[in-house]
């Protein structure tokens, strides 16, 4: 049976088909929907979890597989940092079970903080890399990984990246297959998985005959494919380049890698026999370039002509490489004139008031990885610092030692439940233990809500829905020292700028918790507000552009002229503004900011 299916899909039924007991992850785009399928399509035969963090994420894969199951763990490429001490150990001590770990890279950082190539990690850790070019590709791959994770006793990488995780195409249902090693454990092999040093000298002696044997195995990986076409001019390439760089030149040769890491030295030879110049086409980094170069090839032409910036597209490929001789085509839409649509905090989201509050007492503010990196933009302009998951708790502390006390009032860190119990907690331990001042603004909004809505160990949920244990935020807080633990309502802007001023003038470390501000998008539970929605009085409006600053979606502006320049009582006016009564949902934050009365409950 055939079925059109994303990549990430696609992915999820190839760990079906491969026999795959338990599967891992932490969420984060563009690889977040491997295991929300997992969950929801196969959960009778795989074991899905969401994991604290990707390191967890990879260890309880690392156990499954020692145990004889299967397991996938899948990540984004800045979860792969996370997840990178068990990887490098893992690639000594080797598996059982096939273990396979999908990373996805984010060219472009369309939803990310760094446009790192995971590549290098196949390089440094010295494992094998598969790379998928379409739907199809993603689920063979992932069955094919798991068949070389056990013959070759070797973790596997196979990466992905936006285009592929999300574009759809084709894919052939095919049935299951269970694995054919036994589920146990056995304490003969403590030698193997036990990475004291007289074991990793032995182990390090495996892991380099395993790459020669890797490298042979290249050379005959079916899915390195060579076409020949024009011998004038060859294309080297791999993923979602082949794609671009076929649609644009058809008649080129080709050599697709679908093995990105060893490489294929035969096949590479072969090819550069048969075409008279060669191109590599690559995003980001020049790997395959590199790697090549050094083998002693001529390249016609690869990074010097291509970018190492973004992500590309056919145009970008064709531009580069035509370079004066390229044409733009003749009808094409200008996207400078398209609207701008910027990202935003929803209408009513409980962290669009925290972080007004934060802007008007002036605080430098160290932020996390989540929705609320949004308050970064105008005209909230609240986040100053984002580094990755829990640094922002970190970079809080070095700062206030850096100010001494004459930091105290000016810094803070804000960072939302998900990211607190991801990487959080070691920080604040930090700040706790070496007795710091700094205070620390936990944005509890009950999900993980940027990657899409998934539960953590907070929410009191699992992946599937099944009740579980909820971590209590304050006395997990309290537990690793904190005295001072305050919680707000952040719709009641007045009572939380107080309470984060007495906070952060404290000389003691402090956590601020939010209450009451479960996601707008939630599917569980949403905050019932006292009326259902706002509008403007008009004759009372001003246009000042006061409720303008929290940068509500449901809040416009317009020009007035004549009458409609002058309020009721006389003053003159440049505009007014207006709310859109489908999306307010009547958080009343705009009420609170407005000094002329002009914004008032609407009639349900």
């Known amino acids: 049976m055939e079925k059109i299916l994303q990549g990430n899909y696609a992915i999820a039924r190839g760990a079906w088909e491969a026999g795959v007991k338990v599967a891992c992850a932490y969420p984060g785009t563009p690889s977040s929907e491997i295991i929300f399928a997992i969950s929801s399509q196969y959960k009778k035969d795989i074991q899905a979890e969401w994991s604290p963090n990707e390191k967890v994420a990879l260890e309880v894969a690392i156990g499954a597989s020692f145990a004889g199951a299967r397991a996938l763990a899948c990540m984004k490429h800045v979860g792969l940092n996370v997840a990178s001490d068990p990887f490098m150990t893992l690639s000594y001590t080797g598996v059982k079970g096939g273990l396979v770990i999908v990373v996805a890279d984010d060219p472009y950082a369309h939803s990310s903080q760094n446009e790192q190539d995971s590549r290098h990690w196949a390089r440094f850790g010295k494992v094998p890399m598969i790379e998928p070019s379409d739907s199809q590709e993603c689920k063979d791959f992932t069955k094919l990984a798991f068949d070389l994770s056990e013959q070759f006793d070797t973790p596997v990488l196979m990466r992905t990246e936006t285009r592929i995780s999300h574009s759809f195409s084709p894919v052939l249902l095919e049935d299951r297959r269970e694995s054919l090693i036994p589920i146990g454990l056995d304490l003969k092999d403590a030698p193997k998985y036990t990475m004291v040093p007289i074991y990793v000298r032995m182990r390090r002696v495996v892991v380099e005959e395993r790459m020669k044997k890797l490298e042979a195995f290249a050379d005959e990986f079916k899915y390195n494919v060579m076409e020949i076409n024009d011998p004038k001019i060859g294309v080297i390439t791999s993923g979602v380049c082949y794609n671009y760089a076929k649609e644009v030149f058809p008649n080129h040769s080709y050599l697709k890698l679908g093995m990105v890491w060893p490489l294929p030295k035969k096949i590479i030879r072969e090819f550069f026999a048969k075409v008279k110049k060669v191109i590599i086409v690559e995003q980001l980094d020049p790997f395959l370039e590199t790697e090549i170069r050094a083998m002693g090839y001529k390249i016609f032409h690869g990074k010097d002509v291509l970018p190492s910036l973004y992500e590309f597209n056919p145009e970008i490929i064709e531009k ?54 949004l308050a970064a933009a105008p005209p909230l302009n609240a986040v100053h610092s984002t580094v990755c998951m829990g640094a922002g708790v970190g970079g809080a502390f070095g700062a206030s030692k850096a100010l001494g006390k004459e930091g105290l009032g000016k810094v803070c860190s804000v960072i939302g439940d998900s990211t607190f119990l991801h990487g959080g907690i070691t920080p604040l331990m930090d700040i706790v233990y070496n007795k710091g001042n700094a205070t620390t603004i936990i944005l509890d909004n009950r999900t993980t809500g940027m990657t899409g809505l998934q539960e953590h160990p907070g929410t009191g949920f699992t992946i599937t829905g099944e009740e579980t244990n909820q971590i209590d935020l304050e006395v997990l807080v309290r537990a690793l020292g904190v005295k001072h633990v305050r919680k707000v309502d952040p719709y009641h802007i007045k009572e939380t700028m107080e309470v984060i001023k007495e906070e952060i003038e404290r000389d003691e470390p402090s956590v601020i918790i939010t209450v009451n501000g479960p996601c707008m998008l939630h599917r569980r539970e949403k905050r019932k507000f006292e009326h259902p929605y706002y509008e403007i009085e008009i004759g009372n409006c001003r246009g000042c552009g006061m409720c303008l600053d929290i940068g509500c979606p449901a809040i416009s502006w317009r020009e007035v002229m004549g009458e409609e320049a002058l309020t009721t009582d006389g003053h003159k006016r440049k505009g007014v503004v207006s709310i859109n009564r489908l999306q307010c949902p009547g958080c009343g934050v ?12 609407g009639k349900a």
């Open 590 to 601: 705009c009420q609170q900011i407005c000094k002329f009365e002009s914004i008032v409950p």
């Open 320 to 373: 580069a490489i035509k370079g004066k001789r390229y044409k733009p085509p003749k009808e094409r839409i200008n996207v400078d004139e398209l609207p701008k649509r910027p990202p935003n905090l929803c209408s009513a989201c409980s962290h669009r008031p925290f972080f007004y509050a934060l802007k008007k007492l002036g605080v430098f503010v160290f932020g996390d990885i989540g929705c609320y990196t």
